[in-house]
C-alpha cells in the first residue's frame, strides 16, 4: 500500500489539506485525473483496499466541525466543503457513543445535501457554534436538527 497516499487520505479527512493535494498525491502513483471528479476519492479508496466500503478511515466530530469552521473563515471554497462532505459521506464513524455516531452521520449528510436543504452560512454558523459549546450529543443532535429544520 502506498504510505504516503493514505497518510493523505486521512489528513484530508481531518481537513488538513485540500482535495487539490490528495489528488495530487494520488496522482503521483494512480490516473486520478482520467476519473470524473465526484468519484476520485472513492477511486482512491478502490486502488488502496480490497473493498472501498470496509476501509481504515474513520470520521470524527472535531474533523466535521474543522471543516464547518474553515468554510466560514472562508479558507476553503464553498465547493471544497461540499465535495468533503460528498467524499465521506460513506466512511465509518469513529466514537463509543451511538449518539454521537448519529450526530456525525446527521450532520455529513445533510451538509453532503446542502444545496438540496437550502442550508444557508447563517444555519451553519449557529450549528458550529452548538457543536463547540455542548458536547452533550443527545442535546446537541436536537438543537442542531431545529437549527437545520427551519
Do not use: C
Amino acid at each position: 500500500m502506498n504510505k504516503k497516499l493514505i497518510s493523505a487520505l486521512f489528513e484530508y479527512v481531518k481537513g488538513n489539506i485540500t482535495r487539490d493535494k490528495l489528488m495530487g498525491i494520488a496522482s503521483e502513483t494512480l490516473d486520478i485525473y482520467k476519473v470524473d471528479k465526484d468519484g476520485q476519492f472513492y477511486y482512491i479508496l478502490s486502488k488502496l483496499f480490497d473493498d472501498p466500503d470496509d476501509n481504515i478511515i474513520q470520521v470524527k466530530k472535531e474533523y466535521v466541525i474543522n471543516i464547518l469552521s474553515k468554510y466560514l473563515k472562508q479558507q476553503i471554497s464553498l465547493e471544497e466543503f461540499q465535495l468533503w462532505f460528498w467524499d465521506i459521506v460513506g466512511l465509518n464513524v469513529d466514537t463509543e457513543d451511538p449518539d454521537e455516531e448519529e450526530l456525525i452521520v446527521y450532520l455529513v449528510h445533510n451538509f453532503d445535501n446542502q444545496e438540496i436543504f437550502e442550508i444557508d452560512n447563517d444555519m451553519i454558523k449557529k450549528t458550529l457554534e452548538v457543536l463547540n459549546a455542548n458536547w452533550d450529543s443527545v442535546k446537541t443532535i436536537k438543537v442542531v436538527k431545529e437549527i437545520l429544520s427551519n
